[in-house]
T-cell receptor, first 113, second 112 residues
Framework: AQSVSQHNHHVILSEAASLELGCNYSYGGTVNLFWYVQYPGQHLQLLLK??????LVKGIKGFEAEFIKSKFSFNLRKPSVQWSDTAEYFC???????????FGTGTRLTIIP | DTEVTQTPKHLVMGMTNKKSLKCEQH?????MYWYKQKAKKPPELMFV???????INESVPSRFSPECPNSSLLNLHLHALQPEDSALYLC???????????FGDGTRLSIL
């Protein structure tokens, strides 16, 4: 069974700092990768996705992520965070032909004004 | 606002009650999902419906009974739940396969 690891459980940054959240997965085959964000009291929203092609994908709100197949990683980045980025961030993975989406444990991001 | 609508937003029920959670989407998505999310934990998949047929059941106890009356609606029937079933129940829909899922706001369920 595939698993997804997010080693950063809680990250605290000041506004304008750069962000990188780690995500590693265990499945060795073809995977599809997602980052979702859950703002306080709101529903899960898709930030970005990777299916194939350019391993550097850009999402909404200035976020991007890089797929590094050799490292089984899909880290999320943002060059300059804002207070409004305070939220819970989940990495998720499914693999070809399987509708089951496996989520990582999540990273809580707190931005200090 | 999300395009996946869940009702009710909050539900408190006793262990002997029978209640239902409802989910509706009008995006023409062919796959619909139920997840359970405990506080400070990731969503855990419970059921997947594809073309109105149950395609995945993640060994969920029979006190949870899903139903998909049509391609836009998904219900979760609850009976004889336990206190540990208290959680946020999320519905999602997608075009199917590996396409991104769109989530509802969830129903926060409390079992007394």
């Amino acid at each position: 069974a595939q698993s997804v690891s997010q080693h950063n459980h809680h990250v605290i940054l000041s506004e304008a700092a750069s962000l990188e959240l780690g995500c590693n997965y265990s499945y060795g085959g073809t995977v599809n990768l997602f980052w979702y964000v859950q703002y306080p009291g709101q529903h899960l929203q898709l930030l970005l996705k990777y299916f194939s092609g350019d391993p550097l994908v850009k999402g909404i709100k200035g976020f991007e992520a890089e797929f590094i197949k050799s490292k089984f990683s899909f880290n999320l980045r943002k060059p300059s965070v804002q207070w409004s980025d305070t939220a819970e961030y989940f990495c998720a993975v499914n693999h070809f032909g399987n509708e089951k989406l496996t989520f990582g444990t999540g990273t809580r991001l707190t931005i200090i004004p | 606002d999300t395009e996946v609508t869940q009702t009710p937003k909050h539900l408190v029920m006793g262990m002997t009650n029978k209640k239902s959670l409802k989910c509706e989407q009008h995006m023409g998505h062919r796959a619909m999902y139920w997840y359970k999310q405990k506080a400070k934990k990731p969503p855990e998949l419970m059921f997947v419906y594809s073309y109105e047929k149950l395609s995945i059941n993640e060994s969920v106890p029979s006190r949870f009974s899903p139903e998909c009356p049509n391609s836009s609606l998904l219900n979760l029937h609850l009976h004889a739940l336990q206190p540990e079933d208290s959680a946020l129940y999320l519905c999602a829909s997608s075009q199917g396969g590996v396409q991104p899922q769109h989530f509802g706001d969830g129903t926060r369920l409390s079992i007394l």
